[in-house]
C-alpha cells in the first residue's frame, strides 16, 4: 500500500489546536465578563462603589474610644462610655456617643450585643443642634426583644424606630454578637440585621414623609432631613456593647 503524507495531517492537528485555543480565549474571555458583572452587583441591590471597592475604615480600633465624643461634647469627651475587652460599652446612663466624622453616603458595619432588658440604638445623618440625638437623626433599633415590655415590630430590633417596623425577629439570644449593616445611597437606605434585610426605605419618598407627619417626630423639624452626618451610638436603658466598627464612605 501506498504511504501517505503526513503533513496534511499535523497541518489539521495544528489547525484543529488554533481553533481550539481560539474557542478556549473566547470562553475565557465571556467568562470574566459576566463574573466582572456578578462582582458588580450587590445584595442589596445598590450599585457597588467602584473608586473605594474594598476600602473599609475602622472606626474603632479596639482599645481607645479615639474618634468618638459625647453627644454636645467636646471631641474626646466620652463620660459615661468605656472599652470592655475589645468592645465600646455603656451602662445606658450616659450621653449618647457620635463620630468625630459625619457621613452622608455609605456603607456601615458593626456587631452589636446586650444584657438582659437593654435597649438602645444607632443612628445615623445625626447633627448636634436639638437637645437629643432622637429628635433629629432616624435610629436603627437595637434590643432585648424578649426581655423588654411592650415590643412590637415598630420597636424591635433592626427596626427604624417608630417608623419602619422589623421584618422578622432575627436577633441572636442575650449576650451573643448580633450583625449590622446600614447601607445609605442618598435618601435610600436599608438595615440589616444577621444577614436579614429588615428596611429599604427612602427618606425622599412620600411614604416616608407620611410616615415622619403621622408619628412623634413630627414635633421636631429637622428629624430625617439631613443627608449627611453623624454616626451614634444611644445610651438608653441597661449595658450594650459594640464592636468590629467599619465603615466604607461612598461621599
Not at 455609605?106 to 445615623?124: D, H, M, R, T
Not at 424591635?156 to 442575650?174: E, K
Not at 443627608?227 to 464612605?249: C, E, M, N, P
Request: net charge neutral; hydrophobic share 40%.
Amino acid at each position: 500500500m501506498q504511504a501517505h503524507s503526513t503533513y496534511p495531517a499535523t497541518a489539521w492537528l495544528r489547525c484543529a489546536l488554533a481553533r481550539s485555543a481560539a474557542s478556549a480565549a473566547v470562553l475565557l474571555l465571556l467568562a470574566s465578563c459576566a463574573g466582572n458583572s456578578q462582582r458588580n452587583r450587590r445584595d442589596d441591590g445598590f450599585p457597588r462603589d467602584t473608586v473605594r471597592a474594598g476600602g473599609w475604615i475602622s472606626l474603632f480600633d479596639g482599645r481607645t474610644l479615639s474618634g468618638w465624643h459625647a453627644y454636645q461634647q467636646p471631641n474626646g469627651i466620652t463620660t459615661g462610655w468605656s472599652v470592655d475587652n475589645g468592645a465600646i460599652k455603656t451602662g445606658g446612663d450616659a450621653k449618647d456617643l457620635v463620630s468625630d466624622l459625619q457621613y452622608s453616603s455609605f456603607e456601615l458595619q458593626l456587631e452589636w450585643k446586650v444584657a438582659p432588658g437593654a435597649n438602645s440604638g444607632i443612628f445615623y445623618w445625626a447633627n448636634e443642634g436639638t437637645t437629643e440625638i432622637y429628635e433629629n437623626a432616624p435610629e436603627d433599633q437595637v434590643l432585648d426583644n424578649i426581655g423588654s415590655a411592650g415590643t412590637t415590630p415598630l420597636t424591635a430590633a433592626g427596626a427604624l424606630y417608630d417608623l419602619y417596623p422589623s421584618a422578622l425577629d432575627a436577633t441572636r439570644p442575650v449576650g451573643e454578637w448580633n450583625t449590622v449593616r446600614i447601607v445609605v445611597h442618598g435618601s435610600k437606605v436599608q438595615q440589616w440585621l444577621n444577614g436579614v434585610r429588615q428596611v429599604d426605605v427612602n427618606f425622599d419618598s412620600k411614604e416616608m414623609k407620611a410616615r415622619i407627619a403621622g408619628s412623634k417626630f413630627k414635633q421636631w423639624i429637622t428629624f430625617g432631613r439631613e443627608r449627611r452626618g453623624h454616626l451614634g451610638l444611644q445610651s438608653h436603658g441597661g449595658t450594650v456593647w459594640f464592636r468590629a466598627i467599619r465603615i466604607k464612605d461612598f461621599s
